[in-house]
């Protein structure tokens, strides 16, 4: 592996996405993480784990998140808690997805840049879609996002950069990044 914060990577083939998202998330302890989901047509963010507990990946988030028809429109999915994240991407729709784990306990802080950012999410348009669950809103751009949480004015993404050191320069270079937490807004 080329980088200290990657404790796992890899290719996993669609047919077996599922069953392989299932066994790295129990094996790597995921608690209390979140996900959020790139698809062709729209993002998802969701809590993976509620209340502690493990939320497996019972119908609701078979059919919302890995369902034959879902995993056909996706292009990156990352399940992730406040130490590491399991992120799943592939750049073409039908090629083989690669993954990889970024724990933060296995990268000195230093290495390691910390911000919190506002979610773009358009407020005059307001809420598009909401229920008990969730609440659809709509990007500056035009994009969907389906969020967790109601209170959206405010709502940030908090993001970790790791930055290395090319071994020629020693020039620093933010190398690759990872979602730690989505915060709900204010209002």
């Not at 609701?60 to 028809?69: D, G, R």
């Not at 784990?101 to 909401?130: P, R, T």
């Not at 389906?146 to 020039?171: C, M, R, S, W």
Request: charged share 35%; net charge negative; glycine share 4%.
């Amino acid at each position: 592996m080329k980088y200290d914060w990657v404790t796992q990577e890899g290719r996993i083939e669609e047919r077996v996405l599922r069953n392989e998202i299932k066994n790295i998330v129990k094996n790597q302890k995921l608690s209390n993480a979140q996900i959020v989901a790139f698809y062709t047509d729209e993002i998802v963010i969701d809590l993976f784990w509620k209340n502690g507990r493990e939320a497996e990946l019972n119908r609701e988030m078979e059919k919302n998140f890995l369902s034959q028809e879902r995993l056909r429109l996706l292009l990156e999915l990352r399940i992730f808690n406040e130490a590491k994240e399991l992120k799943i991407w592939r750049s073409v729709i039908g090629e083989t997805f690669f993954f990889r784990i970024a724990d933060d306990k296995k990268i000195n802080e230093e290495n390691q840049f910390k911000v919190e950012n506002y979610l773009d999410i358009d407020e005059k348009v307001g809420k598009l879609e909401e229920n008990n669950n969730f609440v659809v809103v709509q990007s500056t751009r035009g994009g969907r996002y389906k969020l967790p949480f109601h209170k959206i004015h405010n709502a940030k993404v908090k993001i970790t950069h790791y930055i290395d050191y090319y071994e020629e320069t020693g020039q620093a270079s933010l190398e690759d990044w990872r979602i730690v937490k989505i915060v709900e807004g204010e209002k």
